[in-house]
């Protein structure tokens, strides 16, 4: 199972180191399995290059067979933890912001309501953001918004924040209060390894300033820790919503407050096609509470 869990992730992510980080085990233990996989089945998994990961025809043939299997079992497995807890299903909810412990009164007020559902709570990476929506591994995903796929439902906004610069300890900047969006056009940013929704990437940051600058993709990275040591070392600034002053305080980073770029909305989104009874009880928690800004 393990062996098999490390091809899925790296079927998907594409970066041994990626997948490793993921999975918490070693890049060698990566390589470790693939090639145990390969001499099994007689064939390479995967083409390795010095620049890029890709599926051979094998590969994707076994992952397009393994994948519904392995997600049965984990299913299967999932549904007999919460039948010896006395639960009779579970509504899975992805993060992809790091501050779940602020969102408790929702998962509270949701197990108070509902005592028959179990709630996990996982994280849920920017890289292939509505991957896990779709492939069915979490039910709801907590995004920023727009999203504007049409296979996706939008429901209420789960809370609001400010934003805020990232800068290194050192930065020429790092002497102020609070700095505009223009900033990030003076020094550039850092993108994302994998192609996002250019609409959604936009709304997290612009790709122009508010004079009409383009705000520069100076790096690109597949983990919100590539990105922290890229700022630290005064290679670019960030921005992120203003929780991580509070979930990711570093010696060697500083915050500054955005003073004209709008708030973020982050709202509960899922696949229209896999609505359940358990999606629309927790929207209901969302709606009956409101809105926090954070």
């Known amino acids: 199972m393990r062996d098999i869990e490390i091809f899925l992730t790296l079927a998907q992510e594409l970066h041994f180191?990626?997948?490793a980080e993921r999975l918490h085990v070693s890049a060698a233990r990566v390589s470790q399995a693939i090639k145990k996989q390969e001499r099994t089945i007689g064939a390479a998994l995967f083409e390795r290059t010095s620049r890029q990961v890709t599926l051979t025809p094998v590969g994707r043939q076994l992952r397009d067979d393994l994948l519904p299997v392995y997600q049965g079992l984990q299913q299967s497995l999932e549904r007999a933890r919460t039948g010896a807890q006395g639960k009779t299903e579970v509504l899975r909810i992805g993060m992809m912001?790091?501050?779940?412990?602020?969102?408790?009164?929702?998962?509270?007020?949701?197990?108070?309501?509902?005592?028959?559902?179990?709630?996990?709570?996982r994280h849920s990476p920017f890289i292939d953001p509505f991957g896990p929506l779709r492939s069915g591994d979490v039910d709801i995903l907590v995004s920023w918004t727009p999203v504007e796929e049409p296979d996706l439902t939008v429901g209420p906004v789960l809370f609001t924040e400010h934003r805020v610069a990232l800068a290194a300890r050192d930065h020429i900047l790092a002497d102020?209060?609070?700095?505009?969006?223009?900033?990030?056009?003076?020094?550039?940013?850092?993108?994302?390894?994998?192609?996002?929704?250019?609409?959604w990437e936009d709304a997290f940051i612009p790709f122009q300033t508010p004079s009409g600058r383009t705000i520069e993709?100076?790096?690109?990275?597949?983990?919100?820790?590539?990105?922290?040591?890229?700022?630290?070392?005064?290679?670019?600034?960030?921005?992120?919503g203003a929780h991580v002053t509070r979930y990711h305080v570093r010696p060697d980073i500083i915050y500054l407050p955005l003073h004209d770029a709008p708030h973020l909305h982050w709202s509960l989104v899922w696949r229209t096609g896999a609505e359940t009874d358990l999606i629309r009880a927790f929207a209901q928690v969302v709606r009956d509470l409101g809105t926090p800004e954070l």
Do not use: C, K, M
């Open 176 to 199: 102020r209060t609070s700095v505009s969006v223009e900033a990030l056009g003076d020094h550039g940013v850092i993108g994302s390894t994998s192609p996002l929704p250019d609409y």
């Open 217 to 240: 993709r100076n790096h690109t990275v597949g983990t919100l820790d590539e990105l922290y040591t890229i700022v630290a070392v005064g290679e670019a600034l960030n921005s992120l």
């Open 97 to 121: 912001p790091s501050n779940a412990h602020d969102l408790r009164p929702f998962w509270d007020t949701f197990r108070s309501r509902h005592p028959q559902w179990g709630l996990r709570i």
């Open 17 to 19: 180191g990626r997948t």
